[in-house]
């Protein structure tokens, strides 16, 4: 079955530093998103993108932030100068023209910024 | 504004000893209501989607139902494998952003 894969699975950096998160989608699938997960909070919408553009995005998806598929696989977060509250678990997930509005995530990216 | 809200927040069974989560909603035009599950360290797991009051979905030991300001999860017969945290989440445009729930940890013992 076909799946969203996201690496590294644990990232740790330091504050200021610029970090890549990157995402497989599920093949085929046209949507996707960047949500994050700060410890015992809940799940949060950062961005979604569809067709190399953004097509919403979050107060929390400021100018530090940033996105881009580069390539016909891979879909990135950039954070450009972490700071200690940017840690967290990282998801990306993606709908597809068969399941047009199930989301299916990743496993995740846990960024600690020290 | 939109708002997710769950009950309980934590919930522990006995194995077999069955049980319903809530999930109370307000948005403007729900265009679906999602029952994920998360284990500890993992991404959510899809499980259902329900898009109009009086829909019911089933899975092996759930099912979701959905009213028009709310959604319950109930776990039948719960087993051990059944321990997580159950996320509801809305949308309201098609190919837009969840909004989360805070979840129900579920807690099944033998």
């Known amino acids: 079955e076909p799946e969203v894969t996201q690496t590294p699975s644990h990232q740790v950096t330091q504050m200021g530093q610029e970090v890549i998160l990157r995402c497989v989608p599920i093949?085929?699938?046209?949507?996707f998103y960047w949500y994050r997960q700060i410890l015992g909070q809940k799940v949060e919408f950062l961005v979604s993108?569809?067709?190399?553009?953004?097509?919403?995005k979050s107060e929390i998806f400021d100018d530090q932030f940033s996105v881009e598929r580069p390539d016909g696989s891979n879909f990135t977060l950039k954070i450009r100068s972490t700071k200690l509250e940017d840690s967290a678990m990282y998801f990306c997930a993606s709908i597809g023209r068969q399941s047009w509005e199930t989301q299916y995530f990743g496993p995740g990216t846990r960024l600690l910024v020290l | 504004e939109d708002q997710v809200t769950q009950s309980p927040e934590a919930l522990r069974l006995q194995e077999g000893e069955s049980s319903s989560l809530n999930c109370s909603y307000t948005?403007?035009?729900?265009?679906?209501l999602f029952w994920y599950r998360q284990d500890p360290g993992k991404g959510p797991e899809f499980l259902f989607t329900l898009y109009s009051a009086g829909e019911e979905k089933e899975k092996e030991r759930l099912k979701a139902t959905l009213t028009k300001k709310e959604s319950f999860l109930h776990i039948t017969a719960p087993k051990p494998e059944d321990s997580a945290t159950y996320l509801c989440?809305?949308?309201?445009?098609?190919?837009?952003?969840?909004?989360f729930g805070a979840g129900t940890q579920v807690v099944v013992t033998p």
């Open positions: 989440a809305v949308q309201a445009d098609s190919w837009g952003k969840l909004q």
């Open positions: 948005v403007s035009g729900l265009r679906g």
């Open positions: 993108f569809y067709n190399n553009e953004i097509s919403e």
């Open positions: 093949s085929n699938h046209l949507y």
